[in-house]
């Protein structure tokens, strides 16, 4: 207590109350001035011009924290582009290399197209469907093959109309003696069917 006894000085007494040390400052103006020192001016000033400064510090600060953000969010969204982009040309080279494959083995290039994208996309069903369906026109393309290449057969059915003696002879020039003998059984079985 002795800061406040020297402060109030005669004013001050034992066992004041708060409102009687408050009446006692008014009356002593303890810590009232009418008139700020030229210090204490000056240094408001001062504060002042370095709060305004740091706010304008603050501003500068937020743009470029705004011009940042903004930079990487185009950052981001170019690397995102790129991904996709880089994803896009995988699948691309994926499918024309299953499409040149398919191709290869035969398939027609629907066929390769819709297989080769089943098969970049994981659906296996759709790839065994077509499967399926390339086995079944290779079936059907061997036989036709097949057709194409059997001799028709002569007019007539069985062995009416062959000429067994102009066979024969022409066995005889030949000197196949084998078939001279085939000629010679197949013409004596015709004349015993009566043909």
Do not use: C, H, W
Request: charged residues 30%; proline residues 2%.
């Amino acid at each position: 207590m002795s800061f406040l006894s020297d402060l109030l000085g005669t004013a001050y007494k034992e066992g004041m109350t708060e409102e009687e040390i408050s009446n006692a400052l008014q009356t002593a103006k303890v810590g009232i001035q009418t008139e700020p020192a030229p210090d204490i001016t000056k240094l408001k000033e001062l504060l002042s011009r370095a709060n305004g400064e740091a706010a304008d510090y603050k501003k500068k600060l937020r743009e470029k924290q705004t011009d940042a953000e903004a930079a990487e969010q185009e950052r981001k969204a170019e690397q995102e582009r790129l991904l996709q982009e880089n994803k896009d040309l995988k699948r691309s080279i994926a499918l024309s290399e299953r499409k040149s494959k398919l191709i290869g083995l035969g398939y027609t290039e629907d066929l390769a197209t819709e297989t080769a994208t089943a098969m970049v996309d994981g659906d296996l069903d759709k790839v065994i469907a077509n499967q399926s369906a390339f086995l079944a026109s290779m079936k059907q393309e061997i036989l036709k093959d097949q057709m194409r290449q059997t001799p028709r057969p002569g007019a007539g059915a069985g062995n009416a109309g062959v000429d067994y003696d102009k066979k024969i002879s022409e066995a005889r020039v030949s000197g196949d003696n084998a078939a001279v003998a085939y000629y010679t059984r197949l013409q004596a079985q015709a004349e015993q069917s009566g043909e």
